[in-house]
C-alpha cells in the first residue's frame, strides 16, 4: 500500500491507486461502495438538511435504530416503504425507472429525452394560462436550449482524435428564430391536447 500526495477524482481512483498491488481487495472494496450507492444517497440528504436520525426516526414512526440500519446497511436490504417513508419525511418524491439491462446508452439518452419531452410539455400546459408566465417559460427554453447543446457540443469535442475526417459540429442561435420556435412549441401543445385520441 502506498500513500501519494496527489488530488484524486474519485474514490475509486483513490482507492486504485493506493492499493494498485491488491487488485482483489480493489475490486471487493468497489462492489461494496456500490452496493451502497441509495443507502449513502439518503444520509447524504438527511445531513443537508440538518436532521438528525432521531429526527427522521419520530416522524418515520421507528426507533433510531432502524433509521441507522438503514443507512449503514447495503441498497439489497432496503425495503421499498422504508425508502418511501424516509424521503417523504425529507420531503422528497422517489421515482423508479424500470430499464432494460442490455439497453444500449443511445437508448438511455432517448429514454431520458422522452422524459424530458413529458417535463417540457407540463412546463407548456403552465404557459396556456397567463401571459406572464408563458414569458417567463419562453426565456427558460431558450436558457434550456442552450444549455443542451452546451451539453451536447462539449461530450462531442471529448470524442477522440480521428484520423478520417470528423463533422463540425455548429450551432448558432438567433433569439428571434428561438422566440418562433418556442410559440410553435406552445402552439403544437395546444394543438396535441385538443386532438381527440
Not at 492499493?19 to 443537508?48: H, M, Y
Not at 426516526?57 to 432502524?66: I, L, P
Not at 425508502?83 to 443511445?106: F, G, H, Q
Not at 437508448?107 to 414569458?135: H, P, V
Amino acid at each position: 500500500m502506498k500513500m501519494a500526495n496527489k488530488r484524486y477524482k474519485s474514490v475509486s481512483e483513490l482507492i486504485e491507486d493506493t492499493f494498485d498491488d491488491d487488485p482483489q481487495f480493489v475490486d471487493d472494496l468497489k462492489t461494496q461502495i456500490n452496493r451502497r450507492q441509495i443507502v449513502r444517497g439518503l444520509a447524504t440528504l438527511r445531513n443537508s438538511k440538518n436532521i438528525t436520525q432521531e429526527e427522521i426516526a419520530e416522524k418515520m414512526r421507528c426507533a433510531q435504530s432502524r433509521v441507522s440500519k438503514i443507512e449503514n446497511g447495503l441498497d439489497d436490504d432496503l425495503r421499498l416503504s422504508d425508502i418511501l417513508a424516509y424521503l417523504k419525511v425529507l420531503n422528497y418524491n422517489a421515482e423508479i425507472s424500470l430499464l432494460p439491462s442490455d439497453m444500449t446508452v443511445v437508448g438511455e439518452i432517448k429514454y431520458y429525452a422522452r422524459q424530458m419531452n413529458k417535463a417540457f410539455d407540463k412546463l407548456t400546459s403552465l404557459a396556456l394560462k397567463d401571459d406572464t408566465i408563458r414569458e417567463g417559460i419562453a426565456k427558460f427554453y431558450n436558457e434550456a436550449l442552450v444549455n443542451l447543446m452546451a451539453i451536447v457540443v462539449s461530450s462531442a469535442n471529448k470524442l477522440p482524435k480521428s484520423k478520417s475526417p470528423m463533422p463540425n459540429i455548429r450551432l448558432s442561435f438567433n433569439e428571434e428564430i428561438a422566440q418562433e420556435n418556442q410559440e410553435v412549441l406552445v402552439d403544437n401543445s395546444r394543438e396535441r391536447r385538443a386532438t381527440p385520441i
